[in-house]
C-alpha cells in the first residue's frame, strides 16, 4: 500500500496554499479589532442553545485529535516519529491538516462568548485523558473502514450545522463549517480509496474487516466524553444531534450505504464467511433506515437535558 498511498499525498493541502483560522476570525493587530469583535459576537446572538451545544460537542470531538493520530500510527507505524515512508507523511499531514479545525472551533466559541469556556476545556480535558479505542487493533484493514466512516460522518455533521447556522444569520460560522467540511471530504477520499484497493486486492479480507465494523454501532470518537458532572454527557450531546438534524439514524444508514456501493460490496467474488459478511453488510443500511423512524420519535420523548457548556442552561 506504501507506493499507492503516495500517489495520494495530493489530497493534502500545500501549506502554503491552506487556509488558517486566523482567516476566519477578527484581526487583534487591526486599530478596528473591536468594531470586528463586535460584529462577530453580533451575528452568533442569535444562535439557539441546541446548535451552540452540537457545536460545542463537534468541537470537542475535533480537539480529541492526539488520541486520533495515536490510533492511526497503528497504522502508518511512524516510531521514529519522522520517517519519510508515504504512510508516516500521510498520517503527519492528516494531524496537521485537522489541528486547524479544533483550533478555529475554538477560537469561534471563545470571541463570541456564548459558552462557558472553562466546562468545554475541561470537557475536552477529560476526553483526551480517557482516550480513546476505535475497536481496529490490531487488523489496519479495519483502521481503513472506521477512518473512511468517520471522515464521512464529520463532513455530514459540519455540513449541517453550517446550513443550519446560516439560516440563523451567521454567515461567519457558516463559512468555517462548510470549510472544515471541505477538508473532511477530502480525507475521506483518502481513506475511501486506500480501502477500495484493499477490496480490489483481498476481497475477502476486506469484506471480513468491513462487517467486524460495522456489526457493532460505530465506536464515535467522542463517547468518552465527561464535562466532570454528567456521566452520560456524549448521550445527551447526541440526542440533540439526532433531534436538530444535525447527525442521525438516517445520516448512519446512508454512510453505511455509500461506503457499500463505493466498494461494490455486492459486485465482489467472494467465497465463505467473507460471502455471508456480503450478505450482511448488503442489508445494513436498509435495516438501520427501518429503524430510523422509530428512534426519531423516541429521541423527542427525551427530556431536557442541562449542559455545562451553556451555564447549565437546559436543552429539550
Not at 488520541?67 to 499531514?93: F, H, M, Q
Request: proline letters at 5%; hydrophobic letters at 40%; charged letters at 25%.
Amino acid at each position: 500500500m506504501q507506493s499507492y498511498v503516495g500517489e495520494n499525498l495530493g489530497l493534502l493541502a500545500p501549506i502554503e496554499k491552506a487556509w488558517q483560522p486566523t482567516d476566519f476570525l477578527p484581526d487583534m493587530a487591526r486599530e478596528d479589532w473591536r468594531e470586528q469583535v463586535e460584529g462577530f459576537r453580533t451575528l452568533a446572538c442569535g444562535l439557539p442553545d441546541d446548535l451552540l451545544v452540537v457545536l460545542v460537542g463537534d468541537m470537542v470531538t475535533e480537539e480529541a485529535l492526539p488520541s486520533y493520530s495515536v490510533s492511526l500510527n497503528t497504522i502508518a507505524s511512524d516510531l521514529e516519529g519522522d520517517s519519510p515512508l508515504p504512510w508516516a507523511k500521510w498520517l503527519r499531514g492528516w494531524t496537521a491538516e485537522e489541528n486547524r479545525h479544533g483550533d478555529l472551533l475554538n477560537a469561534y466559541l471563545r470571541f463570541t462568548g456564548r459558552v462557558d469556556m472553562r466546562a468545554v476545556e475541561v470537557t475536552v480535558q477529560h476526553l483526551l485523558a480517557n482516550g480513546f479505542n476505535p475497536k481496529a487493533y490490531p487488523d489496519p484493514y479495519n483502521g481503513l473502514v472506521y477512518t473512511s466512516f468517520q471522515e464521512r460522518a464529520t463532513k455530514i455533521s459540519h455540513g449541517n450545522v453550517g446550513r443550519l447556522v446560516a439560516a440563523q444569520g451567521d454567515s461567519n460560522l457558516a463559512k468555517i463549517c462548510q470549510r472544515i467540511a471541505g477538508d473532511e471530504s477530502r480525507h475521506e477520499a483518502f481513506y475511501t480509496r486506500m480501502m477500495q484497493r484493499v477490496m480490489e486486492t483481498d476481497p475477502n479480507g476486506g469484506m471480513l474487516a468491513f462487517r467486524s465494523v460495522i456489526r457493532g454501532l460505530i465506536a464515535m470518537p467522542g463517547r468518552m466524553m465527561y464535562d466532570g458532572k454528567d456521566p452520560d454527557l456524549f448521550d445527551h450531546f447526541a440526542v440533540v444531534a439526532q433531534r436538530t438534524g444535525v447527525y442521525t439514524v438516517r445520516d448512519y444508514a446512508s454512510i453505511i450505504d455509500h461506503l457499500v456501493k463505493t466498494w461494490d460490496v455486492a459486485g465482489r467474488s467472494v467465497s465463505g464467511a467473507a460471502a455471508k459478511a456480503q450478505e450482511f453488510l448488503c442489508r445494513q443500511a436498509e435495516r438501520y433506515n427501518a429503524y430510523a423512524d422509530e428512534i426519531t420519535a423516541h429521541v423527542k420523548t427525551r427530556p431536557p437535558v442541562a449542559f455545562s457548556w451553556i451555564q447549565g442552561r437546559e436543552v429539550g
